[in-house]
């Protein structure tokens, strides 16, 4: 698309901001990417679409806030290449899963890594801030441990029993993912579908894929690399993996 003007603003290696970013490539959408720090960018989030989360995604003259609102604009827009299923049983089926992946596992998802991740702060701030110049960088993390109390909150890491649950509902979703995958190796038909992006980026986190987007800084502390020991045996992350290897394209955002 050579309309350059479309701009996704998102926090980097994020896992709902990866489902905007995939939809975008996945269309062939030529866009610009403002990367905000987690944290300071809530005010700016907050006059842009009345809100305060990523990602943001600014498309001809409309705001739409949240991965399944901009993928909706997306295939409203940019029918090509679609995602939702043509079949009326099926897009429904592909959408119910977006819906309860979107409420339930990217929220607990994100509380589980980040339990690990604010126990590894200059991975953390290297994971978030690695993009920015070195006094940026340095700032943001001398500024973090004012920060960590409220990305905690923001992400559900309350304490010990809210980091379980998490656990829990990361494990069932990965069972779900493996339970449901059809010969195919979709979730829903026999094509890559919204369901199967969404389910793919939302457990990213979880098996690091080679991707910039969303691949972890190198070299992992140890606590990280635990982390994605969890999962690794298990039958989804090796479908996250695939879903990657075969569906996920190259970046179509523009440098400035």
């Known amino acids: 698309m050579p309309d350059a003007t479309v701009v996704l603003h998102q926090f980097a ?9 995939w939809g975008l490539d996945w269309k062939g959408v030529v866009h610009r990417r403002e990367t905000h720090l987690p944290g300071p960018h809530a005010l700016a989030m907050k006059r842009l679409s009345g809100q305060t989360a990523t990602p943001v995604l600014c498309l001809e003259g409309a705001v739409n806030a949240g991965s399944a609102a901009i993928l909706d604009a997306l295939e409203a827009r940019f029918p090509e290449r679609p995602l939702y299923p043509a079949d009326p049983a099926l897009r ?3 959408l119910a899963i977006q819906r309860d992946f979107d409420a339930e596992v990217g929220v607990a998802v994100r509380t589980a890594a980040f339990s690990v991740l604010l126990e590894e702060r200059d991975h953390l701030c290297a994971t978030f801030a690695g993009h920015r110049s070195r006094p940026v960088q340095a700032l943001y993390r001398a500024t973090f441990p004012v920060l960590a109390p409220i990305i905690a909150k923001a992400n559900g890491v309350t304490g010990a029993a809210a980091v379980e649950r998490a656990f829990e509902r990361t494990q069932r979703a990965l069972d779900f993912v493996a339970r449901e ?3 195919s190796g979709y979730l829903v038909g026999d094509a890559f579908s919204v369901a199967d992006l969404c389910c793919a980026s939302l457990l990213a986190i979880l098996v690091d894929p080679p991707h910039p987007d969303m691949s972890h800084p190198k070299p992992m502390p140890a606590r990280i690399e635990a982390f994605l020991a969890r999962f690794a045996q298990h039958p989804a992350a090796a479908w996250v993996l695939e879903q990657y290897a075969r569906h996920r394209p190259p970046s179509c955002a523009i440098a400035v």
Request: charged residues 35%; without cysteine; aromatic residues 6%.
């Open 13 to 21: 290696s994020s896992h709902y901001n990866e489902k905007a970013r």
């Open 92 to 94: 429904e089926r592909a």
């Open 181 to 183: 995958v059809g010969p």
